[in-house]
């Protein structure tokens, strides 16, 4: 415990000396006041004085409560947690394992009376701190805001400090087996940037596939449900429309189902970095209290990646469904199991290395 | 307590498949002595120190060290370690850094603030203990490392390279500050290349190159088969010297050479003792010689290093490295 202590308190000291560190706290704060800044009254929101008519944003639509949440999800955690301050995080966090195998250091800790795996995993950890740290200032912050402008004590919000940290936990360890192998902060960084395009880019394709599948298949309901209510003529031309849309939704079918095969496969195999942070919409956020998204339902039907002969807000009710239908175990799991794997391997080089 | 500290045998590594760092290495450092490790660049040195400290992974190891086995957290928990070319965190303070080391070592707050505050101190940075190491010179940082590497109150130190940037003055207070460590009954490991300062402080010796042991033992064990008696008279060289300066090994007692400088001659007998040499003496009174000065003089350890690292067939040193 002695040894654990003194490691996370080096790695505090450690980043507390960089300058990125505070820069990123004082950002951190910066974004909290700027979003309690906003406000929501009956006409629209306001900013800094200067009041804004929405119809979508406004008392009537849409709680305090329920406007600073979503500002907390959407602006706090998808765009800085979620964004700007994991890069920052990188980029401050992404020289502790460089470091830790660095000629001179490295002695001086393997010469103490610690496993080399307990070192390298308590180093790693001690990393994680910094997004920790930040996450949990970010939270509280967010917690006196909503709670003075929106009158909500929500403690739910502090859910964001494990689940942002383990979203950043993926990240880095991949930042930590980079670093490992080529002992350069630099590389480490990059790599794990362009890791991230490529996990982000899986991830979003296999949204963009999913519901092309749903649409096809909400299409191929819709059309068989408009079929079997169209007369025979005068609705010829309507009929004839329609069986060959049936005919095109049928033979779409096979191609989506074996696209979504594919990228659900590799995408279950890396880790979730947005449905992990899509972990806090769901717990934060009550969907059938959102009467800004049931305006959906009204609106007409959604021209790309979404079916022609379906409402929007229909169809967007179910590709939430399916999403949410994605347990945590295969979230969390899953992602959990290739960070597992990616340490290990890390560890693996670190014990069996000669420095 | 076992008679030794470290007690290893037919250490090797190689790196790679070529480049065999250690062959066979075996040393024995007895417990309470100063043990100087000695050899050129690329000897094995630093290596071996390396495999003591679990740092590098050997090939092939038999033996202990403080009684057990390599890389026992309880022998660790009582060994002081210096590397080379060390690089402590330069945001820490001097207390900072030795406090992070006792703390490693499993030493308990109070006692680690306690004897962080002593030590550096005992090093001369008691001035600059609360400031970063980043403001220190190389001198100070080693100074500082050394005051880590006896926070946890160890049985064995085992410093590489401790004056390496230290100033004269410096060098004397570590020599000091060695000597003390020894005198409460630690061993020190101490590898370094200056010959002086090993001569001046170590009992005993390990001599390596290309990744072999090649002699090991008091400096006077090692240096013995070159002690010799100079007999100074003036004049001439006496008629049966031959006037010979021949320098050949040649039995115990019998004329190494003679040599002329200004109006004296220097006369050298090999193995010759104080009884041995009366005779001598008697001859060159005999002849009316004035003796100028009788001395027994022996190879100094660079003598000694130097005849190591030349290879007897050919007459030059090897070349510097590992074997490949």
Known sequence: MTQTLAIFIAAYRELSARRLFWLALGITLLSVGLFSSLGINETGVSFLGWSFESPFFNTNTTSPETFYKLLFINFGVDWWLGLLSTLLALVTTCGIVPDLVAPGSVDLLLAKPISRRRLFLTKYCSGLLFAALQVLLFSTASFIAIGIRGNAWEWTLFAAVPIVTLFYSFLFSICALVGMITRSSVASLILTLVAWSVIFTIGFSETLVNRGRIANEMEQVAIEAALASTKEPPDEDARESLTEALSQANEQEATWQRGHFWLFGIKTILPKTTDTLALLDRWLIDSAAMPARDKESTRGPQEIFGPRHVKRGEFERRVTEEEHSRSIWWVLGTSLLFEGAVLAAATAIFVRRDY | ?324
């Open chain 2, 1 to 324: 307590m076992s008679e030794f500290a470290v007690d290893l045998a037919d250490v090797r590594k190689t790196y790679g498949r070529k480049v065999r760092a250690l062959q066979g290495v075996s040393i024995q450092v007895r417990s309470g002595e100063i043990f100087g490790l000695l050899g050129p660049n690329g000897a094995g040195k630093s290596t071996l120190v390396k495999v003591m400290m679990t740092i590098v992974r050997p090939d092939c190891l038999r033996g202990t060290v403080l009684n057990r086995a390599i890389g026992d957290p309880v022998a660790l928990e009582r060994i002081g370690y210096l590397p080379e070319h060390h690089r402590f965190p330069t945001y820490l303070t001097g207390r900072q850094v030795v406090e992070f080391s006792a703390a490693m070592s499993n030493v308990d707050r109070r006692t680690r603030k306690q004897r962080a505050g002593e030590l550096l101190d005992r090093v001369g940075m008691g001035d600059w203990k609360d400031r970063p190491l980043g403001s220190y010179s190389k001198g100070m940082r080693q100074r500082t490392g050394l005051a880590a590497a006896l926070v946890n109150d160890p049985q064995l130190v085992v410093l590489d390279e401790p004056t390496d940037g230290v100033d004269p003055v410096g060098r004397r207070e570590i020599r000091d500050l060695l000597i003390g460590i020894r005198d409460e009954g630690r061993t020190v490991l101490l590898n370094s290349h200056l010959l002086s300062e090993i001569e001046s402080v170590c009992a005993r010796v390990a001599i390596m190159v290309q990744g072999r042991l090649v002699s090991q033992g008091t400096i006077d064990e090692l240096t013995a088969s070159s002690r010799r008696y100079e007999i100074v008279v003036e004049g001439s060289p006496p008629a049966w010297c031959d006037g010979a300066a021949t320098v050949q090994p040649i039995p115990p007692g019998q004329l190494l050479g003679a040599g002329v400088t200004g109006s004296a001659s220097r006369l050298i007998f090999l193995g010759l003792d104080a009884i041995g040499a009366q005779p001598i003496l008697d001859r060159l009174r005999a002849e009316n010689r004035t003796i100028v000065a009788v001395q027994t003089v022996r190879e100094s350890l660079e003598d000694l290093f130097m005849r190591a690292v030349t290879d007897p067939n050919t007459g030059l040193i090897y070349r510097p490295g590992a074997e490949r």
